[in-house]
């Protein structure tokens, strides 16, 4: 496991309280307690349900928990019940920062919701992850991230014309999400340093891919243009595309800068392309992408991938594999720049994603893995917010704190 340093992390004495479970807003927490922040994830009793998600270890817990949950304080709460609550407010009470991703209402329902902090808490950042977010006619609409990459705009250009649009096998909406979101609380806590004033931080996942859209929105507006789905390409830049190798391994080659494009295809044995004014420029390339891309899954197919990239390289053209997670954890470049920490659980090893941005003088760091459900109930209930051990006892006998 990484050992914790004595320097001042970058969000040392920021005090965060994560509600809500899944993928967004428990990201969101794991980004601010992996760049020093404190942060107390309030479970279920029972946990969080991706505790129990895709490939589990010997004792049943998911191998994502362990670096989802990293560096997080675990609490289990009841929040449909009265004491529950209670708990939970007294937790959000003494916060900089909450961070909650229920449907919309839910929390002013049980009492939690950011006006009722205003005299209690008036500093807190009250950070807000849904679907469609907090107003409009869709804010009370479920919103998963399959969903509102949908209607953000990403699924539509994804994928190949005519055919279904194509999901990456991964949620991208929640960890978008997530990044937006701690974006929101940073700029927050930077304002309150000025005002001294909390503030609602509104997250929709379908605005998050919708901010991914560049030059969508004023093509459409500006000149008519739908951008429609473009395979493994993208709409407007030649060449850029991923070609088939002689060893059926996939290479991406970005060629689109002018003189880039002469040293690739005088690479590719295509010096009268190189040569040609036709295509000097992108608009030029443009016209001529089929037989662009057909000179180049030529050649590709002519070698195996790592003479093509290796011949790439000497050219000087921007090039690489497809790597798989396996692919990855054997490149010395990852491993280089630190990419993989180890941790242990119970006595095992386990490697985790470190977390960029990499920073020079205050790095982040994983201090400690995703641990047990409830594991820090003693600490914080009963030691920081001072139950006695006879209320403590009674509401794990209640199964309020489970």
């Not at 920021?14 to 980004?31: C, D, K, N, S």
């Not at 205003?118 to 991230?145: E, F, H, M, V």
């Not at 059926?248 to 040293?263: A, E, L, P, W």
């Not at 053209?317 to 119970?346: C, K, T, W």
């Amino acid at each position: 496991m990484t050992q914790p340093s004595s320097r001042r992390l970058p969000l040392d004495g920021v005090r965060v309280i994560e509600l809500g479970q899944l993928l967004a807003g428990p990201f969101t927490g794991t980004l601010l307690a992996y760049f020093g922040a404190d942060v107390v994830k309030v479970e279920p009793p029972g946990g969080d349900p991706i505790r129990g998600w895709r490939k589990l270890d010997e004792n049943g817990t998911s191998f994502w928990w362990r670096s989802l949950g990293r560096n997080k304080k675990s609490v289990t709460l009841d929040l449909k019940t009265d004491q529950g609550k209670a708990l939970a407010r007294k937790l959000m009470v003494g916060a900089d920062v909450v961070i909650e991703n229920f449907r919309p209402g839910t929390m002013e329902n049980w009492g939690l919701g950011p006006d009722s902090f205003a005299t209690d808490n008036p500093g807190l950042i009250y950070t807000r992850i849904s679907g469609y977010g907090q107003t409009g006619p869709y804010a009370s609409k479920p919103g998963y991230a399959s969903v509102c990459e949908g209607i953000g705009g990403l699924r539509y250009v994804n994928g190949f014309p005519g055919e279904r649009p194509v999901r990456p096998n991964l949620s991208l909406g929640d960890t978008i999400a997530g990044l937006h979101a701690a974006l929101g609380i940073l700029l927050a806590l930077f304002e309150r340093q000025n005002s001294q004033q909390g503030q609602v931080v509104d997250v929709a996942l379908y605005e998050s891919v919708f901010n991914l859209l560049e030059g969508v929105i004023p093509e459409f507006d500006g000149a008519g243009v739908i951008r429609e789905p473009a395979g493994s390409t993208v709409t407007g830049i030649v060449p850029t595309n991923t070609y088939r190798c002689a060893d059926r391994k996939f290479v991406v080659i970005g060629g689109n800068g002018d003189s880039i494009f002469k040293r690739l295809m005088t690479t590719a044995g295509r010096p009268d392309m190189a040569e040609d004014p036709a295509m000097a420029n992108n608009a030029g390339r443009v016209e001529h992408e089929e037989a662009i891309d057909a000179a180049l899954d030529s050649w590709c197919r002519s070698l195996p991938s790592d003479e093509i990239l290796a011949i790439l390289e000497e050219a000087r053209v921007p090039s690489g594999p497809i790597y798989s997670v396996a692919d990855m954890m054997q490149d010395p470049h990852f491993q280089a720049r630190g990419l993989f920490q180890q941790v242990e659980i119970n006595g095992k090893p386990l490697k985790v994603p470190a977390i960029t941005p990499r920073l020079a003088d205050t790095p982040g760091e994983t201090r400690w893995p995703g641990g047990e459900v409830g594991s820090h109930n003693h600490a914080v209930l009963r030691d920081e917010l001072g139950l006695s051990d006879a209320e403590f006892a009674d509401l794990q006998a209640q199964g309020i704190i489970g």
